[in-house]
């Protein structure tokens, strides 16, 4: 079957740096997306991944690893506005997107 | 540029009425999608077109129809609505349907069926 598991929910503080991690499993393999989804808003695309390694974008970065079925996205410098939930999605054989249901990340001061 | 819009923000339907909600996207996208979103589960594809004229089932296709008569309107209707349909849905688009195209979100719609 197809499954994406990563944390319900994580804790940070102002400032720090933070690691969410995302476990895949899905019927063929053409990339895995991050998202971000502030609370009462839609997904906004943060990072694809489709070959092994470390991608960097700003403060966010995402890493891959398809033989482990194992990404995790990094924030560094966390800012309050980082409060939010992260979505990691698999794009599977059809080109179609498996969702986890989400990592909700609280910062605080 | 609008991107992407849905219509109604929200809406409050009586089980068994219909529904259609409104997706359409100004950025020329060939694939569109539409989701739900219920607390605890991750987006769920309830149905998807990756070009005008052809439309597909996701994982939760049942109890919804869509129809794709040109490129930037993706209507989704609910032909008798039940409880279970209470949810958040989003409409997408992408450039295309292949690999590493990402989606773009519409804002959303909050459907409750009572």
């Known amino acids: 079957g197809q499954n994406i598991d990563q944390p319900t929910e994580m804790t940070a503080t102002e400032g720090a740096i933070v690691q969410i991690n995302c476990t895949y499993q899905?019927?063929?393999?053409?990339?895995l997306f991050w998202y971000q989804q502030h609370a009462g808003e839609a997904p906004t695309f943060l990072s694809y991944?489709?070959l092994d390694g470390l991608e960097e974008k700003g403060r966010f970065s995402s890493f891959l690893s398809r033989s482990k079925g194992y990404s995790y996205l990094l924030l560094k410098e966390l800012q309050m506005k980082d409060s939010a939930s992260y979505l990691c999605?698999?794009?599977?054989?059809?080109?179609?997107?498996?969702w986890g249901a989400g990592t909700k990340l609280i910062i605080k001061p | 540029t609008a991107g992407i819009t849905q219509a109604p923000t929200s809406q409050i339907l009586a089980a068994g009425r219909s529904m259609t909600l409104r997706c359409t996207q100004d950025?020329?996208?060939?694939?569109m999608y539409w989701y739900r979103q219920d607390l605890g589960l991750g987006l769920r594809l309830i149905h998807y077109?990756?070009?005008?004229?052809?439309?597909g089932k996701g994982e939760v296709p049942d109890g919804y129809s869509v129809s794709r008569a040109n490129t930037d309107d993706f209507p989704l209707t609910l032909a008798s609505a039940v409880p279970s349909q209470t949810s958040v849905y989003f409409c997408?688009?992408?450039?295309?349907?292949?690999?590493?195209?990402?989606?773009?979100f519409g804002p959303g719609t909050r459907l409750t069926v009572l």
């Open positions: 997408a688009s992408s450039d295309a349907s292949g690999t590493g195209n990402e989606q773009f």
């Open positions: 950025m020329r996208h060939n694939a």
């Open positions: 077109s990756n070009t005008a004229g052809t439309t």
């Open positions: 899905t019927s063929g393999f053409n990339g």
């Open positions: 991944n489709v």
């Open positions: 999605a698999s794009m599977d054989s059809n080109y179609q997107l498996i």
